[in-house]
């Protein structure tokens, strides 16, 4: 009975010993603002905008009133290196382009430039921003009257001096 007894207990020291380990990263070796004890590496660049698209509804829209100008509205996304759409701060500059057929580089001469837009302030950003597409809206005006096929060009800066361009074939003007 007195040898089984202390088997037990040698047998449940034992237990405990290698319940409990001699592991490294045990209480003593934890970072002061790490409750679990590792180092998290986030990649934060997987997070920040890696790629600019003009969305498909983008149009030119004429105006209904001759003191006004006509336009064209620019529904811009910001991926992701996983390919999210996602919002941040930067700079947008657009360009308009004759189109060049028939040619190596499709871009024309330039025709428009607009003044830079940049949405480093929240308030500037989320007036642009629309949450149900997850894209930002532009209003371009024209101040010549154009018809035809153009090349709108963004190119988007962001606060670390990354650019990204995307061009997209518009047309301009009434079809019949």
């Known amino acids: 009975m007195k040898y089984s007894t202390c088997n037990a207990l040698t047998g ?8 409990t380990g001699c592991a490294m990263d045990g209480p ?9 004890g590792r180092k998290l590496q986030i990649p934060t660049q997987l997070f920040t905008p890696n790629q600019v698209n003009i969305i498909p509804l983008t149009q030119f829209v004429k105006s209904k009133k001759p003191a006004e100008l ?5 529904y811009v996304e910001l991926l992701d290196d996983y390919q999210s759409q996602i919002k941040s701060p930067g ?4 360009e308009l382009y004759n189109r060049a057929l028939r040619s190596v580089d499709h871009l024309g ?4 430039i607009w003044k830079d837009i940049t949405l480093t ?9 629309r949450q149900f597409m997850l894209a930002y809206e532009f209003r371009l005006d024209l101040r010549h009257i154009l018809q035809g096929h153009f090349i709108l060009q963004v190119t988007f800066s962001t606060p670390e001096g990354k650019r990204l361009t995307s061009d997209k074939v518009i047309y301009l003007g009434t079809r019949l």
């Open 109 to 112: 001469t330039r025709v428009e």
């Open 12 to 19: 449940m020291t034992l237990g405990l010993l290698l319940c």
């Open 28 to 36: 003593g070796s934890r970072e002061p603002n790490d409750p679990v």
């Open 70 to 74: 006509d336009y064209i509205r620019v």
């Open 91 to 94: 700079t947008f500059r657009f």
């Open 121 to 129: 302030d929240l308030a500037q950003n989320n007036g642009h921003w």
